[in-house]
């Protein structure tokens, strides 16, 4: 079991940056992968980034490649999402994930990952 709790989020303006964190607790953290996904209003859940338990591989959704960056802090059970030159259409509840080691592993996909923080809003004005 591993439970997750996001912070960071808030309110910025376009072109700002802001820093989530995801604090993991439960199950041995090196050896999970993580994930972040976001929910705007009236939208599916989308992909936004992964890490793999070894931190050496990474993915981007499109929409967010080059502008955010995944890493993770296994000493301190920690994933982040840092995200630049933020854009009105980034606003959305953002989720953390985390997963046992799959193989293969559909890192996209929300039934990918086993369990789910709370969320936490972040809010882009133009």
């Known amino acids: 079991q591993v439970q997750l709790a996001e912070s960071g989020g808030g309110w910025v303006q376009a072109g700002g940056s802001l820093r989530l964190s995801c604090a993991a607790s439960?199950?041995?953290?090196?050896?999970?992968?993580m994930g972040w996904f976001r929910q705007a209003p009236g939208k599916e859940r989308e992909f936004v980034a992964s890490?793999?338990?070894?931190?050496?591989?990474?993915y981007y959704g499109s929409s967010v490649k080059g502008r955010f960056t995944i890493s993770r802090d296994n000493a301190k059970n920690t994933v982040y999402l840092q995200m630049n030159s933020l854009k009105p259409e980034d606003t959305a509840v953002y989720y953390c994930?985390?997963?046992?080691?799959?193989?293969?592993?559909?890192?996209?996909?929300?039934?990918?990952?086993?369990?789910w923080g709370q969320g936490t809003q972040v809010t882009v004005s133009s």
């Open positions: 994930a985390a997963t046992p080691p799959r193989n293969p592993w559909y890192f996209f996909r929300r039934t990918e990952y086993e369990y």
């Open positions: 439960g199950r041995s953290f090196s050896d999970t992968a």
């Open positions: 890490i793999k338990w070894s931190s050496d591989t990474t």
